[in-house]
């Protein structure tokens, strides 16, 4: 919904992935326009790597994966930036630390105590509808022109990066309205 061009997994018309990024339109009002894309996710960990110094599969590994137990996971590095929308190799059991990373509301309880890896409220805001989504249109009604990727309703329970149960919307009525999941490319 940052109202940039919808780029997803879309031609880099001959130029650096970086180049690219950074000179694609604003095509609309933030939080007007929903689409599923990966420009701002990218664009995300160039920030990422530009403010603290490392990228964005360094600083994971680091500060989340070490913390939970996994060794260091490889991402999807072109041009040496990690690919922030996706490209990380984790196997089903070390994907499963990262949700009951999620489902402890970023605690970690392992040995020899417990640590707070993620802020609360942080996970919250990432595993819970975002309410300011029930104003955007899809990018399919927006602009005819493109066609968005994801379900037509998902500005109703898309969250930020996970997606959600929300009104039994995501994954149906009989789950419960709190669950949250990732779906996504790979």
Not at 13 to 27: A, I, K, N, Q, S
Request: net charge neutral; hydrophobic share 40%.
């Amino acid at each position: 919904s940052a109202g940039l061009y919808l780029w997803d997994a879309g031609s880099l018309e001959g130029m650096p992935r970086c180049e690219y990024y950074l000179t694609r339109l604003v095509e609309a009002a933030p939080e007007t326009v929903w689409a599923y894309n990966s420009l701002g996710v990218d664009l995300l960990s160039l920030i990422v790597e530009n403010v603290g110094g490392q990228t964005l599969q360094d600083f994971f590994n680091q500060k989340i994966n070490a913390a939970i137990g996994i060794a260091p996971v490889r991402w999807w590095s072109p041009e040496g930036h990690t690919a922030g929308a996706g490209g990380a190799e984790y196997t089903a059991r070390r994907l499963a630390r990262v949700g009951y990373l999620a489902l402890q509301k970023g605690a970690w309880h392992g040995s020899p105590g417990s640590e707070q890896v993620i802020r609360p409220d942080r996970i919250s805001l990432l595993t819970r509808w975002a309410p300011f989504l029930a104003g955007t249109k899809y990018s399919g009604e927006a602009s005819p022109q493109r066609k968005g990727t994801g379900p037509r309703d998902a500005p109703r329970f898309y969250g930020h990066l996970w997606w959600t149960n929300q009104a039994g919307l995501g994954l149906g009525p009989t789950v419960t309205e709190d669950a949250f999941y990732m779906s996504g490319w790979g």
